[in-house]
C-alpha cells in the first residue's frame, strides 16, 4: 500500500521533506488534514486556549479522525494547578508533554501505537500541527529518537512538509506552523499581542513589545514583577523603566530605550524563564 505524502527514505536519521514549494501552506495543512490519519494539535501548556486551532480542530472531528491533544512546555507549568483551572474535559484524548524532562513521551508513543492499531491500516500518516514555535520539531525528534526534523529558537522555522518514521508503518509529518485564518491579516493589537504573547512571533520581530507587556502584566498580575524584583505597582511603565535603567539599555540624554527593554521582557517570557 502506498503511502500518499510522499515517501520516507530508510535508514537511520534520514527523512524526506516533500512538495516543499508545491502548496501554499494554508493548502498544504488542508492537504495533511484530509490525508493523515491521526492528528496531534501541539498546544502550550501555559496558554491552552490561546494556541488552540479552532479551524483545524473543526476540520479533523468533521472527518470523523482522531484529534489528540499535547499539551507542551508542561515542565513551564503546575499540572495540579492547571488541572483545576483548565476544562480539560474539553479535550480528550490529551496529555501533558515535556522535550526538555522528556514527561510522558513514552505513553504518547504508547497512545499512537494504540489509535493507529485501530485503523487496521499498514501505513498511518500522524500529521503534527500547532502555532509557530509550539514544539512540532522537538516533538518529533524525541518520538523517533534523533535529531530528524530541524529545530530553531525562530517562529516558523519549518518550511513545508517534513516525514520521519517513528516506527513500522507509522510516520509522523510535521507541517509548517500555523497561524489561523482569521489572525493572518489582523492588525488588531489584541491579535498581535497574542501571537507575540505565545511565541508565533518571536521576541525580536514584535511591534509594539511594550503593549504586549502591558498584556501580560494585565493577565498575570505580579508575576513580572516578582521575576525581576521589582515594585512596579501593576504599571508596565513604570516596570519598563526601572528594568531598562538596571540593564543600562538607555538612549542619549539618559533615557530608557523602552522598546529595547520591553524586548528583553519578551525573550524572557518566550523562552521560558518566567514560569507561570
Known sequence: MANPIGKAKPGRGKSERTNKHAYSVPALVNKIIYEADIILEIL??????KTRIQEIEKKVKALGKTLIYVLNKS?????????????????????FFSY??????????KMIKIESSRLNKDIV?????????????????????????RTSPEAGYTK???????????????????IPQSEKTSINREVLSKQAQIGAITWDRTKNPDMVVFKIMSEYPTLLEKFYTIDAQGDS????????????????????????????????????????
Do not use: C, M
Open 44 to 49: 502550550d501548556a501555559r496558554f491552552i486556549e
Open 75 to 95: 515542565d513551564l507549568v503546575d499540572i495540579a494547578k492547571v488541572k483545576a483551572n483548565v476544562e480539560l474535559e474539553n479535550l480528550k484524548p490529551h496529555l
Open 100 to 109: 526538555k524532562d522528556r514527561r510522558s513521551s513514552s505513553y504518547l508513543k
Open 125 to 149: 500518516n500522524i500529521g503534527v500541527v500547532g502555532y509557530p514555535n509550539s514544539g512540532k520539531s522537538s516533538l518529533i525528534n524525541l518520538l523517533v529518537g534523533r535529531k530528524s526534523a
Open 160 to 178: 513545508g512538509i517534513q516525514k520521519v518514521k517513528i516506527s513500522s508503518g507509522i510516520y509522523l509529518i510535521d507541517t509548517p506552523g500555523i
Open 237 to 276: 511603565e513604570i516596570l519598563i523603566e526601572q528594568l531598562g535603567r538596571r540593564l543600562h539599555y538607555l538612549k542619549k540624554g539618559n533615557e530608557v530605550d523602552e522598546v529595547r527593554t520591553a524586548k528583553h521582557v519578551l525573550k524572557d517570557w518566550q523562552e521560558g524563564k518566567i514560569r507561570i
